[in-house]
C-alpha cells in the first residue's frame, strides 16, 4: 500500500511493542488500527502486528507526539499562562486603587455630613437677629426659620442608606 511499507522502512511490531514505542496504551494503539491510521495485519496464530515508521510516528498522520511540536505547544502554554498573570495582577492593581478610593471618600463623609442640630438652631438665631436689627432694612415682619424636623438633621447619608 505504502510506498515506505513496500520499501521496508516501517517495523512491524506487536500491538504491545508499538505502544511501547509510541508512548502511548495498548487500547491507544488498537484505537488507531480501528480509526485506520495505523496500518496492521495479523498472522495465522491471530497475533496483530502494527507497522510504526522508525520515527515513532504512524505513516499518514501528522507529528503530533514530536518533541518540536511538544516544544511549541509548551512555549504557547506558558505565554498564555504569562498573560493570564499578567491579567490577574493588573486586576489587583486596579482593586487596591479603588479601595484606595473607597477609603478617602469615606474619610470625608463626616466633611459632607448635614450640620448638626446645634449649628443649625445657632445660624437660624443668627439669621433672626440679622433681620430683627434691621440689617436687611425691613421692619423685622419676617418670621424665624421653623428649625429641622428631626429627619432633616440626619446626615444626606444616613438618611439615604438607613441608618
Known amino acids: 500500500m505504502d510506498n515506505a511499507q ?59 507526539t514530536g518533541a518540536g511540536d511538544r516544544d511549541l505547544l509548551y512555549q504557547e502554554q506558558r505565554e498564555r499562562i504569562a498573560y493570564l498573570e499578567r491579567q490577574v495582577e493588573e486586576e489587583r492593581e486596579a482593586r487596591r486603587r479603588a479601595d484606595t478610593l473607597l477609603a478617602r471618600l469615606m474619610d470625608r463623609v463626616p466633611e459632607l455630613e448635614a450640620p448638626s442640630e446645634t449649628d443649625s438652631t445657632s445660624r437660624a438665631r443668627e439669621q433672626a437677629e440679622k433681620q430683627t436689627d434691621g440689617g436687611s432694612g425691613s421692619s423685622g415682619s419676617a418670621a424665624p426659620p421653623q428649625p429641622e424636623t428631626a429627619a432633616e438633621q440626619r446626615p444626606w447619608w444616613r438618611r439615604l442608606f438607613g441608618g
Open 6 to 64: 513496500d520499501a521496508g522502512q516501517d517495523e512491524r511490531r506487536t500491538v504491545a511493542e508499538a505502544a511501547e514505542q509510541l508512548g502511548i496504551s495498548k487500547e491507544a494503539v488498537r484505537k488507531r488500527i480501528s480509526r485506520k491510521t495505523l496500518r496492521s495485519d495479523r498472522d495465522e496464530d491471530g497475533t496483530v502486528y502494527v507497522y510504526v515508521p522508525p520515527s515513532g510516528t504512524p505513516s499518514g498522520t501528522p507529528s503530533d
